[in-house]
């Protein structure tokens, strides 16, 4: 499936990193922010994953979620 800026998303439905399920139905009107990393515990997607923990209260504030994902 291919979006293009506009699209609706379609349903997510990912575990977590505590094996429960997450699904992105469940956020009702909130935004989700995902992003996408290839792999945990490597310099370049750490400093990723830290600038999204760093500027979690501003998309708190905009009442988002932020979820990361990852292959491994």
């Known amino acids: ?4 800026p506009g699209d609706k998303a379609p ?5 977590d990193q505590e094996g ?8 009702g009107r909130k935004a989700l922010v995902l992003f996408f990393y290839p792999k945990d ?8 994953a830290c600038s999204f923990q760093d500027n979690y209260q501003i998309f708190k504030k905009l009442d988002a979620e932020v979820w990361g994902v990852s292959g491994d």
């Open 1 to 4: 499936m291919t979006l293009k």
């Open 11 to 15: 349903v997510i439905s990912l575990q």
């Open 20 to 27: 429960k399920l997450r699904c992105s139905n469940d956020l």
């Open 41 to 48: 515990d490597t310099p370049g997607c750490t400093a990723e």
